[in-house]
């Protein structure tokens, strides 16, 4: 398995802030930043232009997470822009292997994204096109919801064919990941572990992020 990584999501820092709120997780692996187009999702957030300039304002590398209905026309601009890993949803991406061989090509991990009630079976033939796999746990959308324990058994199945495929590819969770649950994602087999609130609701986020890493390693 692949070492223990914890990407703090900004959607839950202060967006009036992003420079400071980047400057209280610098012990991060890498920043989350959920994109939203209030169309795949109900909730809107941030585009191109917001992403750029955060990846202008940090060393930090970005964990794109795509909540958008054309991933197909817009997550190749997110890999141009140097952005280190692309997360599409397969719920919304017409063409899928297409996609994520473009990301790659443009220099980016290509990462993919099941909402909590798309089972993984179908997809993976397709996980060697893949270098991280993300299995939501809560109903994307909103930061701040409490984590699904019935996506624990999915998260062991793709475990198991991760590793049946003996590659590298990272498997995240995203939704409701606290002190509380993270340990029961890391025993099922996640080794990337995003967290929103937990981090940016602590009065410490890095004592956070610590304490997160050690529950879950
Ligand atoms: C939800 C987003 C998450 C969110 C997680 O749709 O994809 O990344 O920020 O927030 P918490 O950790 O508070 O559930
Ligand atoms: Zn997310």
Known sequence: MSRTCIHPSILNADFANLQRELGRITTADAVHVDVMDNHFVPNLTIGLPVVKSLR?????????HLMIEDPDTWAPQYAEMGCESVTFHAEAAKAPIRLARELRAQGARSAMALKPATPVEPYLDMLGELDMLLLMTVEPGFGGQSFLDLILPKIRRARAAIDDLGGEIALQVDGGISA??????????????????????????????AELRTLAG
């Open 180 to 209: 509380e649950t993270i340990t029961r994602a890391a025993e099922a087999g996640a080794d990337t572990f995003v967290a929103g609130s937990a981090v940016y609701s602590a009065a410490d986020p890095e004592a956070a992020i």
């Open 56 to 64: 202008a304002a940090t060393e930090l590398p970005l964990d794109v």
